[in-house]
């Protein structure tokens, strides 16, 4: 993601009532967040929000949270949330790696990663977002049959994943390299920014489910 620094994206976001602030405070309460008390599902990386505001749309019985390292993309989103507000969707500014701080146990049903920063290096290999260190924090904040969606066009990221995903003792349930052609796991999919970038191109978006072993 190509990223500019937007004057007064900070200021925007403390101001906005879609974005929410001070996110430890909600810890085991996010429920009071949302007008309906129903699964919390949450989007890490969401970018500029396309598909994490077209699921809370088609899904008003889930209740979304969008979540974004750096405040000038998220601005983008609440930008969008301003032109057409959603009940059931929120966002949060913060690094993935406090998850733990955000969210108690068994608090999220569903995460979904779309199109992840790879962090080629390996010396990097602990920030991608399925590294074996951050299944252990989705472990401790999802429900017990809570899953991750992780949709890539970076095939070696894929294939990283999917070593990493037994190393952290999860399971994958079904994956496919070339999502757009499954008619099984393609149905129903919404797009991202990303993916409708990427796959215009022609590359094959690969997609995999995962859940907890046993
Ligand atoms: N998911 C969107 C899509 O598919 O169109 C955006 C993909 S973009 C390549 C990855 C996004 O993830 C960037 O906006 C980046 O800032 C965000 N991101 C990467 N690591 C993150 C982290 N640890 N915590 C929160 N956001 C993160």
New binding site residues.
Partial sequence: ?R?RNIPGAEEAILSSPYCVKEPEEQKGSWQRQFPSSQPLHI??????G??IMDMAAANPKINYLG????SS?LLRALQKMELSPLSNLKFIC????DLENVFDQNEVSRIYL????PWPKDRHAK?R?TSRQFFTRYDRILTPEGRIEF?TDNQALFDFSLQEIPEAAWHVDAYTRDLHHDSVLNEGNIM????EKFSSKGNPIYKLIASRCG
């Fill in positions: 993601m990223l989007e890490i990386g969401m970018g500029k396309r598909f979540i974004e390292r750096y993309v913060m690094d993935a790696a779309n199109f992840s920063d920030r977002l949709k991202t920014e990303y993916e």
